[in-house]
């Protein structure tokens, strides 16, 4: 440029000139689709949620219910040969097994209801008097009626003409025949299933329960819990402020990371490996469950940990160290409360995973048939998503239902388990 030359003055903007106002325009068109888009992703997934859910709800509500056919049963004039006398004391047991109660319950409902009376109860269905008997046997010298399970035949014949094709079966039609003379006799109902809330498994779609695997579900949580969880915080606080940065931790941040991404079932073939085959560890117990899971649950909570751990500004460890604290205090006083909100995160994302997984479980054996409640850690177990599996893979119609049930509470215990991770974070979070 030449001395003396004169700069030319920067000329304003003209925002009033047509080229302006189309650029002006056009940004704010471009930043409203990208608010549709925003909206219409949130819509969408919540469109997805709600049908989940729905979906859910519809196919799962009648497994929280049971059909019931009223059958009276003539103890008196009965060949059962039981006294009230028999069933007292340590004797109760013993002598309502070797009693027939099964032939009378049915030649009951077969003297009520015809030939086909013994197809119209549940094959189970004698336990619910043999319970009654034990709690009140002075009903043995006399006639009682009882509300028993119906049958998976007469149960689909109270929901009508479905509309599929087992419905338009002549045997299905003549059950739902069956069903309006019942009814209109007042000899059905429908009631709240209790034995679904308070069972195990069974093989009659009518007597299962989710309580045998809700228990072993939270069994196992407990222990993937009380191994993840400290063992996780303690070895995010080590690489966070003590480990020397060089390329053995690096390896292992490097490890760590690609173990939080390794397929579940590679997880059971290392618990199948390490703590049944080399251990001895029973098979198929919440103990070894849980620390199944724990090995998959824990890099998540590591990773999380490493990340609310450095969150914390810089300043607050300064100031802790100038006024005299040491690492150590200042690690207890000052960072993790301060981080703990966000290893709470870590760990919930890493428990809710854990709840739901099936494969790990199946490869150490938690897919047995388990009859009754485990009593601890150690007695065998399955657990709510494995039983869940199983469920949807009988052939038996009267499971679909009680899958969907399975699926609603799984889901209600997530939420419980969330809600109390999520309130214990807001309980214990400090601001700076």
């Known amino acids: 440029m030449m001395a003396g030359a004169a ?83 340590d004797g109760t047991e013993a002598a309502l097994a070797s009693a027939d109660i099964e032939g009378i319950v049915n030649a009951a409902a077969i003297e009520a209801y015809g030939e086909d009376g013994a197809e119209l109860i549940s094959n189970g269905a004698w336990i619910r008097v043999r319970d009654a008997i034990a709690t009140n046997p002075d009903m043995l010298l006399g006639q009682e009626r009882f509300w028993l399970q119906a049958s998976t035949e007469l149960d689909f014949g109270s929901r009508g003409d479905m509309g599929d094709a087992r419905s338009a079966r002549p045997e299905r039609q003549a059950m739902v025949a069956r069903w ?66 060089n390329r053995w931790t690096d390896m292992i941040e490097v490890s760590i990371n690609n173990l939080a991404a390794v397929p579940s079932i590679i997880f059971g073939l290392l618990g199948l490996a390490i703590f049944i085959n080399m251990f001895g560890l029973p098979r198929s117990a919440a103990l070894v469950g849980g620390l199944t899971l724990a090995l998959m649950t824990m890099p998540v909570i590591v990773i999380a940990g490493r990340n609310a751990i450095k969150s914390v500004p810089p300043s607050i460890r300064d100031a802790a160290l100038g006024i005299g604290a040491s690492k150590v205090q200042v690690l207890a006083h000052h ?41 601890d850690f150690t007695d065998p177990a399955t657990a709510l998503p494995v039983q869940i599996f199983l469920w949807s893979d009988e052939l038996d119609p009267g499971f679909v239902e009680k899958t969907s049930a399975a699926i609603i509470v799984l889901l209600l215990f997530l939420l419980a388990m969330n809600g109390v991770a999520i309130w214990l974070r807001n309980k214990y979070e400090q601001r700076w």
């Open 335 to 375: 960072v993790l409360p301060l981080s703990l909100p966000g290893i709470l995160t870590g760990t919930i994302i890493g428990m809710s995973r854990a709840l739901g997984e099936t494969a790990p479980l199946l490869l150490i054996g938690m897919r047995a048939f388990v009859a009754t409640p485990p009593g």
């Open 180 to 245: 309006d003379g019942l009814d209109e006799a007042g000899q059905v109902r429908r009631a709240f299933s209790w034995t679904f809330l308070t069972s195990s498994d069974s093989s009659d779609p009518t007597l299962v329960g989710i309580w045998g695997a809700l228990k072993g579900s939270l069994l196992t949580m407990i222990v993937t819990l009380i191994l993840a969880f400290p063992i996780g915080v303690l070895a995010a606080v080590y690489l966070e402020e003590y480990a020397p940065q």
């Open 7 to 89: 700069i030319p003055a920067r000329q304003p903007t003209d925002w009033h000139s047509d080229a302006m106002q189309s650029r002006i325009r056009a940004r704010y068109r471009a930043e409203k689709r990208f608010r549709a888009y925003g909206l219409f992703a949130v819509l969408l997934s919540a469109g997805f949620l709600v049908f989940l859910l729905v979906t859910m709800v519809a196919n799962g509500a009648r497994g929280f219910t049971q059909t019931e056919i009223s059958v009276p049963v003539n103890f008196a004039a009965s060949d059962l040969f039981l006294q009230p006398g028999d069933v007292e004391g």
